[in-house]
């Protein structure tokens, strides 16, 4: 017991230390500064337009786009990096520009590989009405073929790493002589041909998936080419140079562990404690040869698992945000785990089949619960790290549900893996004693008495086939083995069919965005007042801070007037528990429609006296939109709250 409290202290300091003193999460670029200033109105027009975002970005061609006040373009094409930095993104803007609202359109791709976008405004002389339409500001989309073969090359990804990976370490670690079963070097090879194919699939689409492009454009040098300068392209390329080495060592598995004997059965004892001490020094000298190739190529093999694994890691989600010198390593073993585990399951299925037995069951069976006890220790911080302390952010967002679908899956694994263990005790109290043995099976099946003396072919041709039914029963029984060995391949089964769900879901969740804030937004959007009619529109968004200090609990008062596209007039009001008007350190207010992937587009407020502020946005298209408030009481005190609004 004073073990246990101890390992319990240990794991709950170190939760303490981790997830309670963390800021929040980055999970993508976000949009830093903008030069002309957003909802600015300037003198005279610039030559260009730059972005500053939180971390570096890749552009396309079609990154950065302006549009004047009629919808036409401004810019002169061809966005780059101001001053080679590549957390920026600049565009030049053509000579001679009116007057009017200009809509800056950005869409580019973040330090973890998914595609951002947003837009803003800014004003030449002064703000104007503008007809900038929807599909214009949301910009280029990729076609659904291109979308659905860039989403399962990714899924096939997946699978295919936990088949390598998983078979390898079965082989490796639970059945050496596995390496020379025909099945499972067709499994072996499966996983190595199925990876390969889905990474050059991958990289191949990933250009017009970003650009919006078809099928045709998939073999487009250029955009080839882009993509390998990208964190994602790069990672593919190494991918590609990590399966060549995997080819060779997947040749070196099958060749040194492929000749591996049957294991001896053990030394009956002379009574000679001289002879049976040589006998097994001996014995051990013989098979030293075949342990010193497995450890060697244990280390290379998982050298090679952990250097595949990064190709995920280093280009997803656990590469940026915060603890990113946690998360990588934690990412890793999350993936090793899995495909230790997943991968592993295939192969025991199939080695049912072909010879393994209750002590191979028995070694996998150690691997598999190591591999769950991984799994569950780095998917709760890999869940935390996603969704952090946010109920909503977990029931109400699609990364939460999906999430919450995985967890499920993964239950049920569990379930059937408590099932399958069971089997496996039965199948080592049985021994291998109640098991036909597959070697029976080849024993040629006499041909029924009278079938030489038959002269009449139709009879001949009928005891050929049923002599040939009965080879193929004799086949069958040695397959399936005893009642507890046929238990045991359908509880693996079931396990194996759940993990492919579990990979698809765990697919879906890279390409979801973890934002906190979507729990609030949709959960504000019930609450939208009846607006869009131009006449003006006040909120009332009560707030937090979880501070003492004065302000640090209120109600804030957002007028909008007109409320409708275009120019527009803003009063934020701050007022305390009781109602008064209050200054607080920091005020922020921004606008979002999420429906057209718009925003958020910051507002400039100016102090108009104690606890108020105004400001001008411009609101370019109808819609819902997302009204965020937030509001600072103290240097570490602060609340956002949102509450959706209609712009007619």
């Not at 096939?156 to 490796?172: D, K, M, S, W």
């Not at 004997?261 to 002379?270: F, I, M, Q, S, W």
């Not at 010879?355 to 799994?375: I, M, N, P, Q, W």
């Not at 069919?497 to 729990?519: D, E, F, I, K, S």
């Amino acid at each position: 017991m004073r073990r246990a409290r101890a390992v319990l202290t240990t794991v709950g300091t170190l939760l303490v230390l981790l997830l309670g003193t963390a800021g929040p999460a980055a999970a993508h670029a976000a949009l830093l500064q903008t030069d002309p200033a957003q909802n600015s109105v300037v003198a005279t027009a610039p030559t260009e337009v730059t972005l500053t975002f939180s971390e570096g970005v890749t552009l396309s061609s079609d990154s950065v786009r302006v549009l004047d006040p009629s919808g036409k373009a401004a810019d002169t094409g061809n966005p780059g990096h101001a001053g080679g930095r590549d957390d920026t993104a600049q565009v030049g803007l053509r000579a001679g520009l009116g007057n009017g609202t200009y809509t800056v359109a950005w869409r580019v791709v973040s330090a973890d590989t998914h595609v951002v976008g947003g837009a803003f405004t800014f004003s030449i002389g002064a703000p104007s009405d503008t007809s900038v339409s929807a599909s214009q500001i949301q910009g280029a989309q990729a076609e659904p073929v291109v979308s659905a073969l860039y989403g399962t090359g990714r899924a096939v990804a997946y699978g295919a790493y936990a088949l390598l990976v998983g078979v390898a370490a079965f082989v490796l670690l639970c059945w050496p002589r596995g390496a020379g079963v025909r099945a499972v070097q067709r499994l072996l090879m499966t996983g190595w041909v199925a990876l390969l194919t889905a990474t050059v699939a991958v990289l191949l689409a990933r250009g017009p998936y970003e650009s919006g492009g078809g099928l045709g454009k998939m073999f487009d040098l250029a955009l080839v080419r882009s993509s390998l300068d990208e964190r994602l392209g790069t990672a593919l390329a190494a991918r590609l140079l990590l399966l060549a080495a995997a080819g060779v060592f997947l040749s070196l598995l099958v060749g040194q562990l492929g000749q591996t004997p049957a294991a001896a059965p053990p030394l009956e004892p002379t009574g000679d404690p001289e002879e049976d001490e040589l006998r097994r020094l001996e014995r051990r000298a013989a098979e030293r040869p075949q342990r010193e190739a497995r450890l060697v190529l244990g280390v290379a093999g998982l050298l090679l698992a952990l250097a595949l694994g990064a190709t995920w890691s280093a280009a997803d989600h656990a590469a940026v945000g915060i603890q990113v010198w946690l998360a990588l390593p934690f990412d890793l073993l999350h993936l090793l785990a899995m495909a230790c585990w997943l991968g592993g399951l295939v192969t025991l299925l199939v080695g049912l089949r072909h010879g393994a037995g209750s002590a191979e069951v028995d070694r996998f069976s150690k691997v598999a619960f190591t591999s769950v006890a991984v799994l569950v220790a780095t998917g709760l911080y890999q869940a935390w790290r996603g969704i952090g302390w946010s109920w909503h952010a977990l029931v109400d967002t699609e990364y939460g549900q999906l999430l919450l679908i995985k967890v499920g899956c993964v239950a049920v694994m569990l379930a059937a893996a408590g099932l399958s263990r069971r089997w496996a005790a039965r199948l080592r109290a049985a021994g291998e004693g109640d098991l036909v043995a597959a070697e029976d099976a080849a024993d040629p099946v006499p041909m029924p008495a009278g079938a030489g003396a038959s002269e009449d072919p139709r009879r001949r041709a009928q005891l050929e086939r049923q002599r040939a039914a009965l080879a193929s029963a004799k086949v069958r029984r040695a397959q399936d083995g005893s009642p507890v060995r046929a238990g045991l391949r359908r509880s693996v089964l079931v396990e194996t069919a759940v993990a492919v769900v579990v990979l698809v879901v765990t697919t879906l969740l890279t390409n979801q965005a973890p934002g906190r804030v979507a729990a609030e937004v949709a959960a504000s959007s019930a609450e939208a007042p009846a607006a869009g009619s131009g006449q003006p529109v006040q909120l009332s968004i009560p707030y937090n801070t979880g501070g003492t200090e004065a302000g640090a609990k209120g109600t804030a008062t957002l007028t909008l007037d007109p409320a409708r596209t275009g120019a527009n007039q803003v009063k934020l009001v701050i007022a305390d528990s009781t109602g008064k008007p209050v200054d607080v350190p920091e005020v922020d207010l921004s606008f979002t429609l999420p429906d057209r992937d718009l925003g958020p587009l910051p507002v400039t407020l100016n102090k108009a006296g104690t606890g108020t502020w105004t400001g001008d946005p411009q609101l370019p298209l109808a819609g819902e939109w997302v009204a965020a408030v937030t509001v600072r009481s103290s240097a570490i005190d602060n609340d956002i709250e949102t509450k959706s609004v209609k712009i007619g």
